[in-house]
């Protein structure tokens, strides 16, 4: 991946202006790559359960969460079908779907894009997912005009931000000094740009808005925390663990699904020289399989998540549903936020680039049941999907009128 931060100037404007204007004729070329869609007619539409309230969450499933949430909210009422859509990107990672487009169909594919947005209109509840367009290209890759045809339809909207999209490079380096915005290999111009245009949109739609990490408050205050989501049953290990004999090394696991941000590079020197004198067992996961990673967890004693972003997402709620300690930086002001929301402080032990050499000494040396059993019972009160439909319920589904959908007008948009 070739580091803009060392391209020229106007090569990052020609880039930014070409990604700005995806309906141009550069644009569609660079559409035409992502390749040809599937024959016509064989990628389905999504389809509900004929119930009250029909819920469709689009278009990333990030970490597979957009489908834990749609299972969530089944789960809290039988009057609710919920369901999401991802693209199938190729090289990234897989996570389960109700409805899988490959990329080419999602962006090319017009009859695609219009039998999904007429089955999206059978829909009581759209869930925007990262300020993305639930349809491709339809009607010139407009978010927000797709958002007003569902409208159109009585469809009731709301948006929900994960991460990147709507991070501020500014505040983030103002207010955190481990920020990853600071590295090199991060372009932070264009975040820059692209947060401030994704939470002016959000601002302006009126609807009700979420975001899915703690952290996203501070660039987001209006927002309501919908908390990630963990099957604390597939999490749990298969056999009980045996406690570590006295003496023996820390069993220590890092898994950097992007080393950058998580910090692995800050870090890495710390581990290996505590792992050549003994002190802990380094276990470095990567290009490990999603459905291989409980049983990797399920080995280690501690766990570390990342040291620059200062909060914590999926992979954090993960380890503590394994039974594991989980060792990371939080900034305090989420910290507050978290126990102010849940009455809970989060049970990751506070760890910096300057301190994670000393935390993991301390660890060696005492005894993680205490921290463990209070990791699982955070978990299971917070990210077992429960509080995520209530927050997804109390703060849009159930906080108006249901949309009424008869007697609309049936036209497609073009």
């Known amino acids: 991946m070739v580091n803009r931060n060392r391209l020229p100037r106007w090569v990052n404007a020609l880039i930014d202006a070409i990604a700005d204007a995806p309906m141009s004729p550069i644009g569609r070329l660079a559409a035409r790559r992502m390749g040809t869609p599937a024959p016509a007619g064989t990628i389905p539409a999504i389809t509900f359960a004929e119930r009250p309230i029909r819920v469709l969450i689009a278009p990333v499933n990030y970490s597979g969460q957009a489908r834990a949430w749609a299972q969530a909210l089944e789960a809290s009422s039988p009057e609710i079908s919920a369901r999401n859509t991802a693209m199938d990107v190729p090289g990234g990672f897989s996570f389960d779907a109700d409805l899988i487009v490959p990329v080419a169909t999602f962006h090319n594919d017009a009859d695609w894009q219009r039998r999904q947005f007429d089955a999206a209109a059978h829909a009581t509840h759209v869930l925007i997912e990262a300020a993305e367009p639930p349809f491709g290209r339809m009607l010139g890759r407009s978010v927000e005009a ?52 994704n939470i002016a949109l959000l601002r302006r739609s009126g609807r009700p808005l979420f975001v899915s990490t703690p952290d996203l408050l501070l660039d987001l205050p209006e927002a309501h925390w919908c908390p990630v989501v963990v099957d604390l049953s597939r999490w749990e290990p298969a056999a009980p663990r045996t406690e570590r004999p006295a003496g023996a090394p820390l069993r220590v696991a890092h898994a950097p699904s992007v080393s950058t941000i998580k910090g692995t590079h800050l870090i890495l020197p710390t581990l290996r020289a505590l792992e050549a ?119 849009w589904i159930d906080a108006g009128a249901r949309p009424d959908t008869e007697g609309t007008s049936d036209a497609s948009p073009r």
């Open 277 to 395: 004198e003994g002190t802990i067992e380094l276990q470095l996961i990567t290009g490990v399989p999603s459905a291989q990673m409980p049983a990797k967890f399920a080995e280690a004693d501690v766990v570390i998540d990342q040291m620059r972003i200062g909060s914590y997402g999926v992979a954090a709620a993960e380890a503590m549903a394994a039974g594991c300690v989980v060792v990371g930086h939080i900034a305090p002001r989420v910290r507050e936020i978290v126990e102010d929301a849940t009455g809970s402080p989060p049970p990751i032990v506070e760890a910096t680039v300057d301190t994670i050499e000393q935390v993991l000494r301390e660890l060696a040396a005492g005894d993680l049941r205490t921290l463990r059993t209070r990791s699982r019972e955070f978990v299971t009160q917070v990210h077992d999907g429960t509080r995520s439909a209530a927050t997804l319920r109390t703060h």
């Open 146 to 197: 797709q958002v007003e045809a569902l409208r159109a339809r009585g469809v009731d909207i709301a948006y929900l931000a994960h991460g990147t999209e709507i991070r501020m490079p500014s505040r983030d380096l103002r207010d955190n000094p481990w920020s990853h915005y600071a590295d090199p290999e991060i372009y932070a111009p264009r975040d820059e740009t692209l947060a401030r245009r």
